[in-house]
């Protein structure tokens, strides 16, 4: 099994990757006060198409990491775009094709 490629910390909406892609996993922080999401969507270019994975921590969450790996990769078809909402939020997407 060929290893995964590193989003690497991000805090903004951003272009992750473009084509066929797997999604292994998704790790959100939140900095302990605000509620936050990262939202995955098959999609190079835009926060819009199918939802491939959402992962989100409440406000005032001692847990200021939630991380979930897939045992059996989500595919992308078109790419992968996220979409994070929150003060303070930061997300890393784990992908390969």
Do not use: W
């Amino acid at each position: 099994m060929a290893s995964s490629i590193s989003s690497g910390l991000k805090t903004s909406d951003a272009a992750i990757a473009v084509g066929v892609n797997r999604v292994n996993s998704v790790e959100l922080f939140s900095d302990g006060t605000n509620a936050c999401s990262v939202i995955l969507y098959d999609n190079a270019s835009a926060a819009s198409g199918t939802v491939l994975a959402k992962v989100t921590i409440g406000a005032a969450n001692l847990n200021t990491t939630n991380q979930v790996v897939f045992m059996n990769p989500v595919r992308a078809e078109n790419g992968i775009y996220a979409d994070v909402t929150g003060t303070g939020a930061g997300y890393i997407v784990h992908f390969g094709g």
